[in-house]
Nanobody, 123 residues
Framework: QVQLVESGGGLVQPGGSLRLSCVAS????????VAWFRQAPGKEREFVGA????????HYTDSVKGRFTISRDYAKNTVFLQMDSLKPDDTAAYYC????????????????WGQGTQVTVSS
């Protein structure tokens, strides 16, 4: 069993940056792939990106490529989502998810979820 807790959301101006954290508790997190999703009001949940269990590979949806970066710190059982050059369209609740599988690029099959953290990009 893995529990995930996101933090780091908030209000930021367009062009600004935020770093979200996803802290895991439970055994074996180091062998889990981890993804970030987001959901804006009235919209479907969207896959943002993911990192492999090894931390050596990442995958991003086209709309965030070059602006968002996912990394992980095994000692802290934490996965980060660094978000730069934020746009109003990035406004959403952001969720981290985990699965013990190698297909980290696949937006399905994620079975551990956090409660989400709100990101609002507005002037």
């Amino acid at each position: 069993q893995v529990q995930l807790v996101e933090s780091g959301g908030g209000l930021v101006q367009p062009g600004g940056s935020l770093r979200l954290s996803c802290v895991a508790s439970g055994r074996g997190f180091s062998v889990y792939s981890v993804a970030w999703f987001r959901q804006a009001p009235g919209k479907e949940r969207e896959f943002v990106g993911a990192i492999s269990w090894s931390g050596s590979e990442t995958h991003y949806t086209d709309s965030v490529k070059g602006r968002f970066t996912i990394s992980r710190d095994y000692a802290k059982n934490t996965v980060f989502l660094q978000m730069d050059s934020l746009k109003p369209d990035d406004t959403a609740a952001y969720y981290c998810a985990a699965k013990r599988a190698s297909d980290y690029w696949n937006d399905s099959g994620w079975y551990y979820w956090g409660q989400g953290t709100q990101v609002t990009v507005s002037s």
